[in-house]
């Protein structure tokens, strides 16, 4: 059974930073790309960063420069470094996994964690 469960999140002023980790079990990791995603109540969630299993990353525009995915194999665990907060960037924060489509759609992904809720105040 596979199970990601986020943490690292909280309320920060704008500029600040914050890091995520996501620690799966379950699955394999080394060879699963993982995903990161951010959702405002009443919004559709949208996409943030993916790590392929080879290191290689993707950005949403509106992180490029600010936010950096990365994964520790040894331990299973995928983290999102954030800096530059901006208030825009307050959501509840999941990590995604088991893709079998476009990166950029949340429908692609079978495994979702719980969320970590961020906050950056202006």
């Known amino acids: 059974q596979v199970r990601l469960v986020e943490s690292g999140g909280g309320s920060v002023q704008a500029g600040g930073s914050l890091r995520l980790s996501c620690v799966a079990s379950?699955?394999?990791?080394?060879?699963?790309?993982m995903g990161w995603w951010r959702q405002v109540a009443g919004m559709e969630r949208e996409f943030v960063a993916l790590i392929n299993s080879n290191g290689d990353t993707t950005y949403d525009d509106s992180v490029k420069g600010r936010f950096t995915i990365s994964r520790d194999n040894a331990v299973k665990t995928v983290y999102l470094q954030m800096t530059s907060l901006k208030p825009e960037d307050t959501a509840l924060y999941y990590c995604?996994?088991?893709?079998?489509?476009?990166?950029?759609?949340?429908?692609?992904?079978?495994?979702w964690g719980q969320g970590t809720q961020v906050t950056v105040s202006s």
């Open positions: 995604a996994t088991g893709i079998h489509g476009s990166m950029y759609y949340f429908g692609s992904y079978d495994y």
């Open positions: 379950g699955l394999t990791f080394s060879r699963d790309p």
